[in-house]
């Protein structure tokens, strides 16, 4: 059986869709992916984000723990409160998971890791954390709601506590502040401004059903997926996973290489990679007339097959259908992509899609 977050019956009397997603039963629209994905754009929506993990990691070991764990570098977080995204890779080099990590003291980092990756990834951070002096802690005693759009931060800052409602709204992106219950970083998944809020459980329906007073529009996975994918934010399972690496994923800016001496996990075989070249791009789709573009669908130059769909949909946001894709290093800008037997063309563009409520991707001759 599905497993159930602390806002299940709240979805339910919302009147939300339900469906299993990653083991846990998540609503995918309140009535119109549409619109709900436009109040994000324009206006506030918000996600429940309870089915993440929260994930604490104490001890004096920490900072040298995550700079072996992580593709990123730690050693970046020198403001406490600074957040750093990160894949987390096994010796390969391929993606256990995606995820950001909070500096917020010398020994206490915050990560919050992916729903379905949960279990494996706890797991394999037990698994390396032996040789350190680090204590990790599951903080399943939280929940999570992200609030996102140009006035979610406006919207939700009545809601704070006083003590640090100041601290949140000064926040710069990728930042967060906390007063040791709650938890505001200025962090998402959409591609616009806002908070992810972390507070204790049994406090998350009443900022639910408060944000829902103040004007916020709750949200689902459909618009949850596709501002992710207009904003060319990978997900993980589809654009990445354990078999392919971080360089491959769109995600080389993530990799710190540098300094030579920082022996992360996976650091041997992406160098490898990197010597033996031909890497393939990862990069965006626009489809040049009617159909959708979906996961999985393949790529042609001509009749050579050059790479497969990773992420695809309609945009709410171009009113077109886009796409993000793995492809061949040396394949042409004049693509054909096969949907159900018919080829049709496709124009390769720069991600992201949109941001920031603006289409950002050159569309013209499209």
């Known amino acids: 059986m599905?497993?159930?977050?602390?806002?299940?019956?709240?979805?339910?009397?919302?009147?939300?869709?339900?469906?299993?997603?990653?083991?846990?039963?998540?609503?995918?629209?309140?009535?119109?992916?549409?619109?709900?994905?436009?109040?994000?754009?324009?206006?506030?929506?918000?996600?429940?984000?309870?089915?993440?993990?929260?994930?604490?990691?104490?001890?004096?070991?920490?900072?040298?723990?995550?700079?072996?764990?992580?593709?990123?570098d730690v050693a970046k977080l020198k403001v406490a409160g600074k957040a750093l995204y990160s894949c987390m890779l096994n010796p390969d080099g391929g993606v256990i998971d995606d995820l950001i990590v909070y500096f917020l003291r010398d020994d206490w980092f915050r990560m919050v890791v992916n729903a379905a990756t949960t279990e494996k990834d706890l797991a394999w951070i037990a698994q390396q954390a032996g040789d350190f002096d680090v204590r990790v802690e599951a903080r399943h005693d939280l929940g999570m709601i992200a609030v996102q759009g140009p006035n979610a931060r406006a919207k939700a800052a009545a809601l704070l506590p006083d003590g640090l409602r100041d601290a949140a709204m000064a926040l710069k992106p990728f930042s967060a502040a906390h007063d040791g219950a709650w938890f505001v970083g200025r962090t998402g998944y959409t591609g616009e401004d806002g908070f992810e809020i972390i507070v204790p459980k049994d406090q998350t329906v009443a900022l639910w059903n408060g944000l829902a007073g103040a004007g916020v529009q709750p949200c689902g996975l459909g618009a949850r997926d596709t501002l992710r994918l207009e904003a060319g934010m990978n997900l993980y399972g589809a654009d990445m996973d354990e078999a392919q690496s971080p360089l491959a994923s769109g995600l080389a800016w993530t990799v710190a290489l540098e300094p030579g001496t920082r022996d992360f996990i996976g650091r041997s075989a992406l160098e490898k990679q990197v010597t033996a070249g031909n890497l393939p791009t990862f990069g965006g789709l626009v489809l040049q007339g009617r159909g959708v573009l979906r996961s999985h669908q393949k790529l042609f130059d001509g009749d050579r097959e050059v790479g497969e769909i990773t992420s695809g949909g309609f945009s709410p946001t171009l009113e077109r259908s886009i796409a993000m894709a793995r492809i061949e290093p040396g394949a042409g800008s004049a693509l054909e992509v096969d949907i159900r037997g018919r080829r049709l063309p496709v124009a390769r563009v720069k991600l992201p899609f949109a941001r920031n409520g603006k289409v950002v991707v050159e569309l013209d001759g499209i």
């Not at 977050?5 to 990653?22: E, S, Y």
Request: proline share 3%.
């Open 2 to 72: 599905d497993r159930k977050t602390i806002l299940n019956q709240t979805h339910r009397d919302m009147g939300a869709r339900m469906v299993p997603f990653g083991g846990w039963d998540m609503p995918v629209h309140y009535g119109s992916q549409i619109e709900e994905h436009h109040a994000v754009r324009r206006d506030a929506g918000m996600f429940d984000v309870c089915h993440m993990t929260v994930v604490d990691l104490h001890g004096a070991g920490v900072r040298d723990f995550l700079g072996r764990l992580l593709a990123n």
